[in-house]
């Protein structure tokens, strides 16, 4: 009998039939299906979360077009997605932290806690990490997901449940920011005006920096760049031989040396361009990897001691992301360009929107 049916005896009978959890499951070469997801149970330190917000990231588009990323292979259907926000909604017998009800943001990550990089204090670099929608490790795009509950961060009362899900995007800026060491005597170059090279925009305008100059292909996406706080913008090719002409135009544009280029491509020509564009004793930090081999120009950068670093995601992020968000520091919501439902059709063209890019920066599911 269905909800509000009367029973035999008159009374009124609810039947508290608990929806089946169901997730985008990428299944093959540009197809992804919505289909049931089983959860494990609920541990003493986890938290099942009602899962509202998530964002498609480059990764996710990559492992849809070509099934995999990296060195990471789809060799069996995933759920897709990480960048992500939602309400808890069961909490573990040993959660003191979280109830039912709160708005949290999560950090996609789960380590061992146990090898020397985890006890070190670089657990983003752990060899066993567990990763949203990282193969085999299932993502978020779901109703519902299991996750630790000390990867859970509650969102401040003034930070929306989309923003929350940008923390994960934000944190690859943070974490770069910290690793270039950026403050308020930073002049800073960003090269790629895609969502991470924007969003380290915001984060060293947060850090303080000096001045900063970004550049890129794409007039429109320089554009956008400028109204999220860079103080100037090169348009640049994609043809090796502009190299050294357009080295003079960033530091003209920067006004002064460049203290710190982050390249948030990982090209030959961009990194060349970082590396011939940092000023003597600079840095270069490499965010991008779009080339997984590089040849660039690393004796000249050497012979004027210019540092590289990288970068791998990030570590401890959140709770400083979601300061700069509930401050008003940073604003992420002018990234969110498109927004979809959760329905078959929706991923779909979700998907291809962000897939196509042009005006797409962060294209963001609403569930």
């Given at each position: 009998?269905?909800?509000?049916?009367?029973?035999?005896?008159?009374?009124?009978?609810?039947?508290?039939?608990?929806?089946?959890?169901?997730?985008?499951?990428?299944?093959?070469?540009?197809?992804?299906?919505?289909?049931?997801?089983?959860?494990?149970?609920?541990?003493?330190?986890?938290?099942?979360?009602?899962?509202?917000?998530?964002?498609?990231?480059g990764s996710d588009v990559h492992y849809l077009k070509t099934m995999k990323c990296a060195d990471f292979v789809v060799q069996e259907p995933m759920v897709i997605g990480h960048e992500c926000a939602g309400i808890v909604d069961?909490?573990?017998?040993?959660?003191?932290?979280?109830?039912?009800?709160?708005?949290?943001?999560?950090?996609?990550?789960?380590?061992?806690?146990?090898?020397?990089?985890?006890?070190?204090?670089?657990?983003?670099?752990?060899?066993?990490?567990?990763?949203?929608?990282?193969?085999?490790?299932?993502?978020?795009?779901?109703?519902?997901?299991?996750?630790?509950?000390?990867?859970?961060?509650?969102?401040?009362?003034?930070?929306?449940?989309?923003?929350?899900?940008?923390?994960?995007?934000?944190?690859?800026?943070?974490?770069?920011?910290?690793?270039?060491?950026?403050?308020?005597?930073?002049?800073?170059?960003?090269?790629?005006?895609?969502?991470?090279?924007?969003?380290?925009?915001?984060?060293?305008?947060?850090?303080?920096?000096?001045?900063?100059?970004?550049?890129?292909?794409?007039?429109?996406?320089?554009?956008?760049?400028?109204?999220?706080?860079?103080?100037?913008a090169v348009k640049v090719s994609t043809n090796p031989q502009d190299l050294e002409a357009e080295v003079s135009k960033i530091s003209k544009a920067m006004k002064g040396g460049v203290d710190v280029s982050f390249d948030c491509?990982?090209?030959?020509?961009?990194?060349?361009?970082?590396?011939?564009?940092?000023?003597?004793?600079?840095k270069v930090c490499l965010v991008g990897m779009g080339h997984g081999v590089m040849t660039v120009p690393l004796t000249p950068a050497a012979a004027r001691e210019v540092d590289v670093v990288g970068i791998f995601r990030y570590?401890?992020?959140?709770?400083?992301?979601?300061?700069?968000?509930?401050?008003?520091?940073?604003?992420?919501?002018?990234?969110?360009?498109?927004?979809?439902?959760?329905?078959?059709?929706?991923?779909?063209?979700?998907?291809?929107?962000?897939?196509?890019?042009?005006?797409?920066?962060?294209?963001?599911?609403?569930?």
């Amino acid at each position: 009998m269905g909800k509000g049916g009367m029973s035999s005896q008159g009374g009124v009978l609810e039947a508290h039939v608990e929806q089946e959890n169901m997730a985008a499951w990428l299944v093959g070469v540009n197809t992804l299906r919505i289909q049931p997801f089983k959860l494990p149970t609920v541990g003493p330190n986890d938290v099942r979360v009602k899962i509202k917000a998530v964002g498609i990231c480059g990764s996710d588009v990559h492992y849809l077009k070509t099934m995999k990323c990296a060195d990471f292979v789809v060799q069996e259907p995933m759920v897709i997605g990480h960048e992500c926000a939602g309400i808890v909604d069961e909490v573990g017998s040993m959660v003191k932290n979280l109830v039912p009800g709160d708005r949290v943001a999560l950090e996609p990550g789960i380590s061992c806690w146990r090898c020397e990089q985890c006890k070190g204090g670089r657990y983003n670099l752990c060899p066993d990490m567990k990763f949203f929608a990282t193969p085999p490790v299932h993502g978020s795009l779901a109703n519902q997901i299991v996750h630790p509950a000390d990867l859970c961060f509650k969102l401040p009362e003034n930070v929306s449940l989309e923003e929350g899900a940008m923390c994960e995007p934000l944190s690859v800026g943070v974490h770069a920011c910290r690793r270039a060491n950026i403050g308020p005597e930073t002049n800073v170059l960003v090269i790629g005006a895609g969502p991470i090279g924007l969003v380290s925009v915001l984060s060293a305008r947060a850090f303080g920096a000096a001045r900063i100059v970004i550049v890129d292909v794409d007039d429109e996406r320089l554009s956008i760049a400028k109204s999220l706080g860079a103080d100037d913008a090169v348009k640049v090719s994609t043809n090796p031989q502009d190299l050294e002409a357009e080295v003079s135009k960033i530091s003209k544009a920067m006004k002064g040396g460049v203290d710190v280029s982050f390249d948030c491509v990982g090209f030959n020509k961009t990194m060349s361009t970082a590396l011939s564009a940092t000023r003597p004793g600079g840095k270069v930090c490499l965010v991008g990897m779009g080339h997984g081999v590089m040849t660039v120009p690393l004796t000249p950068a050497a012979a004027r001691e210019v540092d590289v670093v990288g970068i791998f995601r990030y570590k401890n992020t959140w709770p400083l992301c979601l300061e700069f968000l509930r401050t008003g520091k940073i604003d992420v919501k002018p990234l969110i360009t498109h927004r979809f439902g959760f329905s078959q059709k929706e991923i779909e063209e979700a998907f291809e929107t962000s897939a196509r890019g042009g005006n797409a920066i962060k294209v963001m599911f609403n569930l």
